[in-house]
């Protein structure tokens, strides 16, 4: 029976798997890890194409954002590996079925909701980051539905001086969160917003995620550490 990573001491998992991890490779991931934002999440309503799917997961591993929602009440959500080139398993992915369902779990979280509409009067940087918060992003064709704009605390727009009008969706998101993420640790005052009890679980998962067969070799660590007892 495979171990459970999860269900075990994350210093445990840390110190037996920290060896096999090249240096760079290890600092890489303590560095990925130590600019993580839990206070800040990108959700995604009834996406329709996989490849902006797939792009909005990368935007959001690349700028230190660990969760994303998916709301399906109308289409899944499908992202095309090719372009994820793995980011998901950095992130956690969590699946709503209904707006409404996911907009009383924000506000159970304490989170404000920033849906993205074209032509809001309102920025990105006119928002408070300081609080945790979502950025929601729409549909390609039909944007964000009328429940969740409603629900929404505002809506905001990425300002356009040119002749264009509006972005393609992934292009759109990875901008907003960008700023949003940039605009979190300034209101912080530092690089991630997790306590170092979340750090040192994300840094375990990370390492598991990043070495082969993470589990048979925590295993045997505690089975070594067991018989020395």
Not at 37 to 50: F, S
Request: aromatic share 4%; with cysteine; net charge negative.
């Amino acid at each position: 029976m495979t171990l459970d990573l999860a269900a075990v001491d994350p210093t445990v998992v840390c110190a037996a798997l920290s060896p096999l991890l090249l240096d760079e490779r290890r600092q890489r991931i303590d560095d990925a890890v130590a600019h993580r934002l839990g206070g800040l999440r990108v959700a995604i309503e009834n996406l329709h194409d996989p490849h902006n799917g797939a792009a909005v997961l990368r935007s959001c591993e690349a700028f230190g954002v660990q969760r994303v929602d998916v709301v399906e009440s109308i289409e899944p959500f499908v992202a095309v590996a090719a372009v994820t080139q793995g980011c998901e398993k950095w992130l956690d992915v969590v699946r709503h079925r209904r707006i409404d369902d996911y907009l009383r779990v924000l506000r159970d979280d304490g989170f404000a909701l920033y849906a993205a509409v074209p032509g809001a009067a309102a920025s990105v940087d006119q928002l408070d980051f300081g609080r945790p918060a979502a950025l929601l992003f729409g549909n390609e064709h039909a944007g964000l539905t009328p429940e969740a704009v409603a629900g929404a605390d505002a809506a905001i727009a990425i300002p356009m001086s040119g002749m264009t009008r509006s972005l393609n969706l992934s292009v759109a998101a990875a901008i907003l969160t960008q700023r949003a993420a940039e605009l979190r640790r300034r209101a912080l005052g530092r690089s991630g917003d997790l306590d170092d009890a979340a750090v040192l679980r994300l840094r375990a998962r990370f390492y598991a995620a990043d070495v082969r067969g993470a589990a048979h070799v925590v295993q045997r660590t505690l089975a070594a550490k067991g018989a020395s007892d």
